[in-house]
T-cell receptor
């Protein structure tokens, strides 16, 4: 089956710093989604990417769908304390489908 | 995006019992899914809830353990049967559609602890 690797596993950063995380797959995806999960909550969709090469921003967040369709990255600029949480990438291989999730990146922001 | 609610939000259950989790959406959706998130882990798809027919289960999940219903386009239930402590997890429903089938939105989750 498809292998989806997300890195880094965790990041400890100072407020104001930029954050970058990525996901790579052994197979191609048609859609990449990035979610954030706060403790005790369900995942919240941050950015959705639908085309290879697509670069999309949502406020301080920027994500790109890799040209090979096997990877994606998420950047957070000028981190703030509320950026703390676990960020998941998820890939979808078909239009009806099921998502495959990365293992998550835990972000901790210190003042 | 659709507003998704789950009941209960959390529960503590005894081993050997069953718990039914409800997922309600405020508008009609095309697809509904059920995921499990074990402590400290990522999300794993249990099954796709199909309206009016049997759910489609992923490898490692079976209907006898996780029976699912979807009687209409806004509601689904997941039952965790004959529970053991290994079933302690967060159970999440997600939806897609009707206009965008490629983007999934998640409910708040049901936190289950089995003693």
């Amino acid at each position: 089956g498809q292998q989806l690797n997300q890195s880094p596993q965790s990041m400890f950063i100072q407020e104001g710093e930029d954050v970058s995380m990525n996901c790579t797959s052994s197979s191609i995806f048609n859609t990449w989604l990035w979610y954030k999960q706060d403790p005790g909550e369900g995942p919240v969709l941050l950015i959705a990417l639908y085309k290879a090469g697509e670069l999309t921003s949502n406020g301080r967040l920027t994500a790109q769908f890799g040209i090979t369709r096997k990877d994606s990255f998420l950047n957070i600029s000028a981190s703030i304390p509320s950026d703390v949480g676990i960020y998941f990438c998820a890939g979808q291989a078909d239009s009806w489908g099921k998502l495959q999730f990365g293992a998550g990146t835990q972000v901790v922001v210190t003042p | 995006s659709a507003v998704i609610s789950q009941k209960p939000s959390r529960d503590i259950c005894q081993r050997g019992t069953s718990l039914t989790i409800q997922c309600q959406v405020d508008s009609q959706v095309t697809m509904m899914f059920w995921y499990r998130q074990q402590p400290g882990q990522s999300l794993t798809l249990i099954a796709t809830a199909n309206q009016g027919s049997e759910a489609t289960y992923e490898s490692g999940f079976v209907i006898d353990k996780f029976p699912i219903s979807r009687p209409n386009l806004t509601f689904s239930t997941l039952t965790v049967s004959n529970m053991s402590p290994e079933d302690s997890s967060i159970y999440l429903c997600s939806v897609t559609g009707p206009s965008d089938l490629e983007t999934q939105y998640f409910g708040p989750g049901t936190r289950l602890l089995v003693l």
